[in-house]
């Protein structure tokens, strides 16, 4: 019997070549899209669960709020005093470690590299987390503070073959560690990813114990059936009673604790170790994922049903002949099934030779391997079954309940419910496209608008230096030897990036004298040039001399003083007009000294943030070099810069990027977003438009008869296109009426993440609905204008 309904199934896929092709095609992109968006899904939902103990490892982030902030902070940076304190203190915490950036030049031999991800860790990092050892041991590979934990690919480019246990590496031309484990390479699901980690243990920054500044990423290793929450109730209640003074003076901290597998994509500390991802963009790609999936299924029903008249006398015959209703719905099933199958295979290969322009689409190495096989079979298994279900199962029912007599008879008709039932289906694919094109185009207009956004800094044609931690008498060398350079504009250097500031700092008491203030800022220390080289506006005030620089930097710490430039933000947070902020005496983490100047507020971070209050301060120890190019003759400026620096640092690699990339880079999530959307946007039209194409055949042999006799009377091909056009158009518009306020709606929700944002512009809706009815009526147009161009005797002696 299931022979039976196999050969018979087939049969019938093969003579009605065009409906099956046509469906076949719809599922196949349709399963194909689905399988690559759920392969980046499960890359995303997967992170740091590799690790043995995931669900017992929470990361620490650090909330703060002074008296005169307006909200509180969240970072992903702790102070050194925690991990410490809090282990020694609860009893619940088992193991705790603190990681820090060491970015630095590492050589062997006469081999040299910049190596940008060097962390350093205190000793029990790898008894806490899973990475997987090739050599050495994890539970005392950091035990010596000289020693230093390498990944495969970096052994394999400092050693070549050789062993990598027990060789020496030189860091920053004067520490010398030892390789005492070598692990594979970190996955790329990992939010702590490496391809160094030294021991802090060497470090006088390890051996501290503080609780203002932030600069460590902390995590805790809680005890097997330990209350998260709970912990952190008593880890702020001890830092309440600790620092109960402040607290009544209106200086607030404590500390959330993070599961390690949420912060990925749920935390909301900024500042994160790696880039983090979005949980809302899970969503969206997860919905768009299920709704693709649903056109390419809603695409065949519709043409199964639409098929239905033609195969009324077929049903008919075969229950007088005495087929059950039971039997017949296990045929049409079986023919579902057959397509399914078919189209899961088509899917399967599709969404295969598209992984490696995904991958580089969606920036992560994606394949079938991202599966388990046991999963990756379930899932196929699970998609096939689910498919039939809701491709197959209406259509099944629908042609199965059919009356015998009426379709013998031939009275089986285009009846108003199967016809309503089309149009709401073609309403929905078309209002799935609409909406995509709508939230594509102004997610777009977004992002063009960020890339264009005047953030009060001047970052193009800047060229950044890592140059790991330099004193200031070492980059104003330098930088006064590049200044003198063709091409070079200026130069100056400063601590973080100026698009993306870290440090965490506050505004207080100056030593007894008259300021009085309590606020959190973020601060930045800065060469003397760094206003000019940058386009910063000075407001009220002077820039920083050559007497800040060295007042701030002499070595007897009790004669130093500083010199503060402030953000308007920071002005008015403190109760000041620009102009009566100069002179004023303000303490900054234990520096002193008076506001020199008041700058024009600028985007020191992220734009979906609005600005907060900053201060720049001269120092001793900057991490970049900004060097301002005129454009001109790039290349010959750009290896004049090389020289210079080869030249003043031998032992530390030239490597560089520009500005302007670096403030890109930091919206790479929204833009693969946008990305991902745009290329499935395609899909729901291709497909939208393969199900009404598919339709349009359908009508227009339903109709042959009726244009026949127009065409006799002399109807014109004008007008007959129109007339078969124009039903499918009318949906395709109130498609676009529904789309319409819903796309607004969620895109306006979208733009509220960013501080900074477009309108919705109303021209936006109108071309992507003139766009659809473009498209629907070129898909549909084309068998329209075959059936008007038909001989109409023909027409008339074929019709039936």
């Known amino acids: 019997m299931i022979k039976n309904y196999i050969k018979t199934a087939w049969r019938n896929l093969v003579i009605n070549k065009v409906t099956s092709l046509i469906s076949i095609a719809g599922l196949a992109v349709g399963i194909g899209c689905f399988i690559l968006l759920a392969t980046y899904l499960l890359n995303e939902l997967r992170y740091d669960r590799f690790h043995k103990n995931a669900d017992r490892i929470v990361r620490v982030a650090y909330n703060y709020k002074s008296s005169d902030d307006a909200e509180a902070k969240s970072v992903s940076v702790t102070p050194t005093a925690p991990v410490p304190v809090f282990k020694q203190q609860l009893q619940e915490i088992e193991e705790g470690v603190r990681i820090i950036w060491y970015n630095n030049p590492v050589q062997y031999k006469d081999k040299l590299f910049n190596e940008k991800r060097f962390l350093l860790a205190d000793e029990p990092f790898f008894r806490i987390f899973s990475f997987k050892f090739l050599s050495g041991n994890a539970a005392t590979a950091l035990t010596n503070p000289a020693s230093v934990v390498i990944t495969a690919s970096t052994a394999k480019k400092y050693f070549g073959n050789e062993d990598a246990m027990g060789k020496i590496l030189k860091v920053n031309n004067k520490q010398n560690l030892m390789v005492t484990g070598v692990v594979e390479d970190v996955p790329e ?76 994509l749920k935390s909301q500390a900024t500042y994160p170790l790696t880039a983090s991802g979005n949980i809302k963009y899970i969503y969206i790609l997860g919905a768009v994922a299920v709704i693709l999936l649903l056109l390419a299924c809603v695409n065949f029903l519709n043409l199964v049903t639409a098929k239905s008249i033609e195969r009324g006398h077929e049903i008919g015959v075969r229950k007088v002949m005495g087929a059950a209703r039971g039997q017949l719905f296990t045929q049409f099933i ?214 800040d620089e060295q007042n701030s930097v002499t070595a007897d710490q009790n004669q130093r003083s500083y010199g503060f430039i402030i953000n308007e933000k920071a002005a008015n947070a403190l109760g000041w007009k620009p102009n ?44 970049k070099i900004l060097i301002k190019t005129s454009g001109n003759h790039l290349p010959q400026t750009i290896t004049a810069v090389k020289a210079k620096w080869s030249a003043f640092n031998p032992a530390t690699p030239f490597e560089y990027h520009f500005l302007d990339q670096e403030f890109d880079d930091m919206y790479k999530s929204e833009q693969r977003t946008g990305s991902i959307l745009t290329a499935f946007t395609l899909v729901t039209i291709f497909i939208s438009c393969l199900g009404l194409f598919g339709l349009a055949v359908f009508s227009t042999k339903q109709r042959v008869k009726e244009v026949g006799v127009r065409k006799v009377l002399g109807a014109s091909v004008f007008s007959i296109v129109r007339l078969v056009s124009g039903d499918f158009l009318k949906l395709v518009v109130i498609s676009v009426i529904i789309a319409s306020p819903i796309a607004w709606y969620a895109m306006h929700r979208w733009l509220q993440d960013f501080a900074y944002k477009i309108s919705i512009q109303l021209w936006v809706f109108v071309a992507a609905g003139a766009v659809a009815v473009l498209v629907a009526f070129i898909t549909v147009s084309v068998q329209s204008l075959k059936a008007a161009l038909a001989n109409p005797v023909k027409s008339l002696r074929s019709g039936d």
């Open 580 to 623: 009566e902020a100069i002179g004023k005496h303000i303490g900054l983490n234990g520096r002193t000294g008076e506001v020199r100047g008041v700058v024009q507020n600028f985007n020191f971070a992220s734009v979906h943030q609005e600005i907060t209050p900053i201060v720049m301060f001269t120092e001793d120890y900057f991490g």
């Open 189 to 264: 699901y990992s939010q702590i990813k490496f391809d160094m980690m030294g021991s802090a243990a060497f470090t006088e920054h390890a051996k501290t114990r503080k609780w203002d500044s932030a600069n460590d990423y902390s995590y805790l290793l809680l005890r097997p059936g330990t209350n998260a929450t709970s912990v952190e109730k008593k880890m702020n209640a001890y830092v309440a009673d600790m620092f109960k003074d402040d607290f009544k003076q209106g200086h607030k901290m404590w500390f959330t604790l993070e599961p390690l597998t949420d912060v990925h």
């Open 334 to 547: 079986t023919e579902s099934a057959m397509i399914t199958l078919v189209s899961l295979i088509g899917g399967l290969f599709l969404a295969d030779i598209s992984f490696k322009w995904f991958s580089d689409f969606s920036g992560q190495q994606l394949s079938f391997q991202t599966w388990d096989i046991s999963w990756l079979v379930l899932a196929s298994v699970g998609l096939f079954i689910v498919v039939t279900f809701l491709a197959g199962t209406y259509p099944s029912l629908y042609l199965s309940a059919f009356n015998p007599i009426v379709t013998l008879k031939g009275k089986l008709t285009n009846t108003s419910g199967g016809r309503n039932l089309r149009r709401s289906l073609v309403i929905f694919q078309f209002v799935v496209s609409v909406f995509f094109m709508i939230c594509t185009v102004i997610a777009g207009s977004q992002l063009q608008f960020i890339q264009h956004l005047n953030i009060g800094i001047n970052r193009s044609q800047v060229m950044v230096l890592d140059i790991g931690g330099k004193s200031l008498n070492e980059v104003k060398t330098f930088n006064n030897e590049v200044q003198q350079l063709p091409g070079v504009l200026n130069a100056t250097a400063s601590y973080d990036s100026p698009v993306d500031v870290h440090g965490g700092y506050s505004i207080n008491k100056a030593d007894g004298k008259n300021s009085d203030y309590n606020l959190s800022v973020t601060a930045l220390p800065v060469e003397r040039n760094f206003l000019k080289t940058l386009g910063i506006k000075l407001l009220e005030g002077i820039d920083f001399t050559n007497a």
